[in-house]
């Protein structure tokens, strides 16, 4: 990064308990989940992440993000290790944005770039 606060540090919420060094490392994790999200007005963007049922087989782990005029996206991930929860719904996320951004594009610019993945 350039120093400057990345869109998961500036705009997510935890709801639940993340030690700092889990908060940090979670940031540093989800730089590809950043990395989509610059494709949405950032400063529109709300990111709530949940965490329930910390440290137990139980543990539960959703992420939303909220984009305005488009539906919200959930992302859920069971999973005793909190660490496996959490890239689970990272990926789940990261697939849901590239897909909204996919269907977000003028038909145009999908029908140039699927054009040249068919070659």
Do not use: C
Not at 7 to 31: A, D, N
Request: glycine share 4%.
């Amino acid at each position: 990064m350039t120093g400057h606060a990345s869109i998961v540090e500036r705009v997510l919420q935890v709801h639940g308990h993340l030690e700092p060094h889990e908060y940090q490392g979670l940031v540093r994790h989800w730089s590809n989940l950043d990395h989509t999200l610059h494709a949405f007005d950032d400063d529109a963007l709300d990111l709530q992440l949940f965490i329930k049922d910390r440290d137990t087989p139980s543990q539960h782990v959703t992420l939303e993000v909220h984009i305005p005029h488009h539906a919200p996206l959930v992302a859920h991930a069971e999973h005793a290790d909190l660490t496996a929860a959490l890239h689970r719904v990272r990926d789940s996320m990261a697939r849901q944005l590239a897909e909204l951004k996919r269907r977000s594009e003028p038909r145009h610019a999908r029908a140039i770039r699927d054009a040249g993945r068919h070659r």
